[in-house]
């Protein structure tokens, strides 16, 4: 085995207390009872990287939610690698602080989110502490949980016919979802409440309704413009103002002779917007695949009639700026267009169509077998960030062509971790990193320990091919010494004596 360089000078014990203790917190080869010392209160910034920042073996997690220090539980419910039914156990925490970080959710959130249990968001939303002041009411605890993608629509949609009318009344807000006999049955609530959400949501598609009056200058008149129906009086206004035409545009009650008028705009993007309209009338759809504007034209001519505003939203999505970076949540469907939809778009000549389906994480096996060998590379880097069977070497392209990716892709198991050597020298220290980490590699990588990134010091020095006093030395080493705390290669006795060393207790 090649040696590693040889530290600088010698180095106190005392001055790698901090790195061993951080390496322990993040070694995925630690056994249980090694990381429950962690715990100890001595262990500084360490015992917070444990509890926040990695997954956890199931004792230390029972350890984490009977913790006598509130901090350290809230820790445990921030925690991205936590499943929500770990977390949920801390909904009835005597603690309101701690309950407060279950209903904020982990952080940083991540990319495919797992919502709670439904017993669990309805304990959260129903429960109540007499004598305590309490951090959030039922309706912001509410919008917490949907911000957090931890209450999905189903759940709202499946509260409908709760038999409390707190939860009931969570239907409203899935308006869309709802058949006619449902939306009747929340209009002729026996609470009042309910029924005053409801008759909202009916009022927006009455041009009497919200969209009677212009609102003042701010987000309300914008989201007015774009969703509500519009009285003939504010239409027209809005039809005469450059400012509010784009707007109009995309309104789904925008009536059909406005819609006509918008589709010979002098803009091209408010054009184009009329263009991305399910609603279209045939006529105004063959013209603006006519249009002067090549976007106008593409717009109009990917999507022929019929199509749905489901339909519709996927390609938008699609055409809207940094949409290759799109970091947006992969949420459960609930208004998706039909799977024969996606799989026409995965066999299309257009490409925006087949970046459509390399979202659908249902594209069967076949056609994800197609993506991943697409002539457009952007299509497969799609496929890579939302398809749960996209193949290992498409997963890998994704993470070194896109490193906002990277922390979503870092988290999935698709990603490649063996087999890396071809890119221990890559330009991007991320990829170092991940290649440093190779515990395959034929050689340990000694010329990674000098690395002038340190995340890419840390991955060399954590490789399992670095045994014995090669190890020995790393860890004796301030510009290794944490990445070889976390070398999954040391035995449970050697991390017990690195926390002995620290001064942590038994």
Not at 90 to 106: K, M, T
Not at 163 to 170: D, E, K, Q, Y
Not at 176 to 183: N, S, V
Request: with cysteine; glycine share 4%; net charge negative.
């Amino acid at each position: 085995m090649p040696t590693p360089p040889a530290a600088s000078s010698a180095c106190p014990a005392s001055d790698l207390t901090d790195p061993w203790l951080r390496g322990v917190a993040a070694n995925p080869g630690a056994p249980a009872e090694v990381l429950l010392r962690l715990l100890d209160p001595a262990a500084g910034a360490a015992r917070q990287l444990l509890c926040e920042e990695r997954s956890l073996p199931d004792e230390v997690v029972d350890a984490l939610l009977v913790h006598p220090e509130a901090k350290v539980r809230r820790s445990l419910a921030r925690n991205p690698h936590v499943s929500p039914v770990h977390r949920g156990r801390l909904a009835e925490d005597p603690d309101v602080v701690v309950r407060s970080g279950v209903v904020f959710g982990p952080r940083p959130r991540p990319r495919q989110p797992c919502p709670l249990p439904d017993d669990v968001l309805v304990t959260t939303l129903t429960t109540e502490y007499p004598g305590e002041t309490q951090l959030l009411m039922f309706g912001e605890m509410a919008q917490e949980l949907i911000a957090s993608h931890q209450m999905p629509p189903s759940f709202q949609y499946r509260m409908r016919v709760h038999a409390n009318p707190v939860l009931r009344g969570l239907a409203t807000g899935v308006w869309h979802r709802l058949t006619a006999e449902e939306r009747q049955a929340l209009l002729t609530d026996p609470d009042p409440d309910i029924r005053k959400s409801a008759e909202f949501f009916v009022g927006l598609a009455d041009p009497a309704g919200p969209g009677a009056v212009l609102p003042g200058p701010g987000h309300y008149r914008w989201l007015v413009l774009g969703s509500y129906a519009l009285s003939d009086a504010v239409l027209e206004k809005a039809l005469s103002d450059a400012e509010f035409r784009w707007s109009v545009a995309g309104n789904p009650y925008a009536p059909p002779h406005a819609v006509a008028r918008l589709a010979r705009d002098a803009d091209p993007e408010v054009r184009e917007r009329v263009a991305a309209r399910a609603d279209l009338d045939p006529a105004v759809w063959a013209e603006l695949a006519e249009d002067s504007h090549e976007r106008v034209r593409t717009r109009a001519r990917i999507q022929p009639l019929p199509r749905t505003q489901a339909e519709c939203r996927a390609v938008d999505h699609e055409t809207g700026e940094g949409a290759h970076d799109c970091l947006c949540p992969i949420l459960e469907p609930h208004t998706e267009p039909e799977p024969d939809w996606y799989r026409a778009c995965a066999e299309s000549g257009e490409v925006m169509l087949r970046l459509a389906a390399a979202k659908c994480p249902t594209l069967p096996a076949d056609l994800v077998a197609r993506l991943a060998q697409d002539p457009h590379e952007e299509v497969r880097h799609r496929l890579a960030s939302w398809h749960p069977l996209a193949p290992a070497e498409t997963v890998l392209a994704a993470f070194v062509a896109r490193p906002r990716q990277r922390p979503h892709l870092l988290m999935q198991s698709r990603l490649p971790r063996t087999g890396l050597s071809r890119l221990l020298d890559h330009q991007d220290p991320e990829v170092r990193a991940l290649a440093a980490a190779d515990p395959t590699l034929r050689q340990p990588p000694v010329e990674l320990l000098t690395d002038p990134d340190d995340r890419v010091r840390r991955a060399a020095a954590a490789n399992p091919r670095f045994t014995g006093d090669a190890l020995e030395a790393l860890l004796h080493d301030p510009a290794t010494a944490e990445g070889a705390a976390a070398n999954p290669g040391l035995p449970a006795a050697r991390l017990h004596a690195l926390l002995d060393l620290a001064g942590l207790p038994r």
